[in-house]
């Protein structure tokens, strides 16, 4: 693994940091609702119209063919060119990182070529519906049911923690379609039309006040027969496609905004004073875990370099990007409770998730990176029996 960038990437750099420059929306993104819809897939248009959608996607699916290390290069100038909102806080995650990949990986020719576009083009929202509320994080423990009739499926259940579901056009569904078959077989992936009769959605509030999550209820909703992704029953197989993207190379863009984050409290630490009038950077138990926060993105970056490295040689993330997930989900939290000591009595008022000097609302979303996507349990799980080869519990 070289961690030098060539001429190549040196150059896509510069060219990522003008266009950035020439093109990053300068005002808020709006919290929820219409609005944020609208913002996030203007954004994504934009990406697609100066050529920044897709970088690591094939060119035959539209994308620019390149590298996942220029795709972290991007993400690096992203985070550096002070942008107002965060890449992986947007509705086209999931269209952009579950979505799309699991297609090119698993899709037949007629989906990719239907649904492909329409998400690098900012057209349509995706959403996940994995979660259920008896199943928690035990994936295949899902009772979402669907029963073939002609050449539809007929789905009845409920899902939970589904971001962005108020808003979505699509959504990567899993459904138990052979109720008899061990719980990891007669599960299949299906794409979901959010508009489809029989869907009722219903928002969460979290602690944060934000309404990013949705329950979604199931009765008798019809899906075409062609909207099962690989085959039925096999959508197990399917989902952990998915999902080793997302704990592979989804959340690159969440660890380069951490780097800029830890730098940014290290600012807040040299401004704000604390007891005796002396700046908080001058206390040593604040110094030293600032340094450790600092010293620990840069052991992640690190990490997501060899992910990548592997990546690049097997054509697929592996279960060592549950490694990377877990590692990232618990720094992140610690990150932001530092930052409430720093600031001090000011963590008593309420911050948006998203901006510039934000604390509290990011520091309450943080709990999130130690449960979606799998617990910190189920990764510890992976890593154990799939990465260092021990015994199944």
């Not at 459904?175 to 990891?184: I, L, N």
């Not at 997302?246 to 660890?255: H, L, N, P, V």
């Not at 000591?341 to 510039?356: K, M, Q, W």
């Amino acid at each position: 693994m070289n961690l030098d960038l060539t001429p190549e990437e040196q150059a896509f750099r510069e060219e990522a940091r003008t266009w950035l420059r020439e093109n990053l929306p300068k005002q808020e993104r709006p919290p929820e609702g219409a609005e944020m819809r609208a913002f996030d897939l203007a954004w994504q248009r934009t990406l697609f119209d100066g050529g920044w959608a897709g970088i690591n996607w094939p060119t035959e699916f539209g994308g620019r063919g390149l590298s996942d290390i220029q795709q972290m290069i991007w993400y690096e100038e992203f985070a550096s060119a002070d942008p107002p909102f965060t890449l992986n806080n947007s509705c086209t995650f999931v269209g952009n990182n579950h979505g799309g990949p699991t297609l090119m990986a698993k899709g037949n020719d007629a989906q990719k070529a239907e649904h492909l576009p329409r998400i690098l083009r900012g057209e349509v929202v995706w959403c996940q519906g994995f979660s259920e509320p008896g199943a928690g994080s035990d994936l295949a423990g899902l009772n979402t049911k669907a029963v073939i009739d002609g050449d539809e499926l007929v789905v009845t259940g409920q899902k939970t923690w589904t971001s962005y579901a108020h808003v979505a056009d699509l959504q990567e569904l899993l459904v138990r379609t052979d109720p008899d078959a061990p719980k990891h077989k007669g599960i299949s992936w299906v794409i979901c039309d959010m508009d489809s009769p029989g869907i009722e959605i219903r928002e969460i509030e979290t602690m944060s006040h934000v309404t990013d999550f949705c329950e979604v209820f199931y009765d008798e909703v019809r899906i075409p027969l062609a909207n099962v992704v690989g085959e039925i029953n096999d959508g197990w197989r399917v989902a952990m496609s998915t999902l080793s993207f997302e704990r592979g190379t989804a959340f690159m863009a969440d660890q380069v905004e951490l780097a800029a984050t830890v730098e940014d409290l290290i600012g807040e630490a040299r401004s704000r004073t604390g007891a005796g009038g002396r700046p908080m950077i001058d206390d040593d138990e604040i110094a030293r875990r600032l340094a450790t926060a600092r010293a620990e993105v840069a052991a992640l970056r690190a990490m997501t370099i060899a992910g990548i490295s592997r990546t690049a040689r097997t054509g697929m993330p592996g279960p060592e990007g549950s490694m990377i997930r877990l590692f990232h989900g618990e720094l992140h939290k610690r990150v932001y409770a530092l930052a409430l000591e720093i600031i001090d009595s000011e963590a008593l008022r309420l911050t948006p998730v998203d901006g510039e000097g934000v604390w509290t609302g990011p520091y309450l979303q943080s709990f999130a990176y130690t449960i979606g996507g799998g617990t910190t349990d189920i990764q510890r799980n992976i890593v154990g029996e799939r990465v260092l080869g021990l015994p199944r519990q």
